[in-house]
């Protein structure tokens, strides 16, 4: 294993070399394979919490709702903090979101909550649609570890609630950091 700790932040080549390192190891694990896991007893009841934000693009007021099981959660507040552990790491990330009418007008490009990635060596954003019925961060779990020097499809899918394949892995991994080998490359 790597020592990850005084890590900086890789450039869009170092990503993809770490990318082609990822895709040179094997998966052990089986595909779909479930690891045991402690499930809470506690009965929760699922609210659903209405939140008034301003639009990154417009700056009008708009509001979304999502369900969570805590009165005091704030969904934004909740992806800035993940975007921080990006940043924590030298990479620039942000969330941003967009009222009704900037979704309408970007044919398709925007949507409500999204998460901003750059690295040197990237002139544009990468963006991605995150989640708005609830927080979900495990995909990008999944990128901040492999940022963190994890090159390997078993240490990305240690500690997970399942395993996924290697494909969903580098899936995930292009998806988000908007790092594509060329065709050739991957895989060989
Ligand atoms: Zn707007």
Do not use: W
């Not at 900086?8 to 479930?34: C, I, N, R």
């Not at 999204?114 to 991605?128: E, S």
Request: charged share 30%.
């Amino acid at each position: 294993m790597k020592n990850y700790k005084k890590m900086m932040a890789m450039s869009k080549s170092e990503l993809e070399d770490a990318l082609k390192e990822l895709q040179g190891t094997k998966s052990t694990y089986p595909d779909g394979d479930t690891f045991a896991m402690c499930y809470s007893i506690m009965p929760m009841t699922r609210i659903t919490k209405s939140l008034t934000f301003k639009c990154s693009k417009c700056m009008e007021y708009d509001q979304m709702t999502f369900y969570t099981y805590n009165e005091d959660e704030n969904i934004i507040t909740n992806y800035k903090q993940l975007a921080k552990e990006y940043t924590k790491l030298g990479y620039d990330a942000k969330i941003q979101h967009f009222c009704d009418s900037c979704i309408d007008e970007s044919n398709g490009k925007l949507s409500t909550l999204m998460f901003l990635f750059k690295t040197k060596g990237m002139n544009d954003y990468t963006y991605t649609e995150l989640d708005t019925d609830s927080y979900s961060d495990d995909e990008y779990q999944i990128v901040l570890k492999f940022l963190q020097g994890r090159f390997s499809y078993d240490e990305l899918n240690k500690t997970l609630r399942y395993a996924y394949s290697s494909n969903e892995l580098n899936d995930i991994i292009e998806r988000i950091t908007g790092i594509k080998l060329p065709i050739g490359q991957s895989n060989d």
